[in-house]
């Protein structure tokens, strides 16, 4: 028996991971499209105020890329477990007061 809304999000899933893949069918000819809003942010300070000089440090810089994408990927993970945490609350906390 085929579950229709199922395979429609299955689709749309599909959809959304090949898409990108489909739009952008190159990787490394333009070293700017997959830039992070930090190096964008930079560029735009650079452009409008060349003499800005920079007034913060960062406490820590990670000694490696692989390290510091690990820590935002940490990051990530600690914020998915929060945010999960609180809709199972919330998805309970209906689920009680139905019964």
């Not at 190096?39 to 990670?62: M, Q």
């Not at 477990?81 to 009680?96: D, L, N, T």
Request: hydrophobic share 40%.
């Amino acid at each position: 028996m085929v579950n229709y809304k199922q395979l429609g999000l299955l689709v749309i899933v599909a959809i959304l991971i090949i898409a990108p893949l489909v739009i952008y069918n190159g990787y490394g000819e333009d070293e700017g499209y997959f830039g992070g809003s930090d190096d964008a942010g930079g560029e735009a300070i650079e452009e409008s105020n060349p003499d800005y000089e920079v007034w913060a440090e960062p406490f820590w810089e990670p000694p490696s890329g692989e390290i510091q994408s690990l820590l935002f990927c940490v990051q990530t993970a600690i914020g998915a477990i929060i945010v999960g945490y609180i809709f199972g609350y919330w998805h309970g906390g209906r689920k009680a007061k139905k019964e």
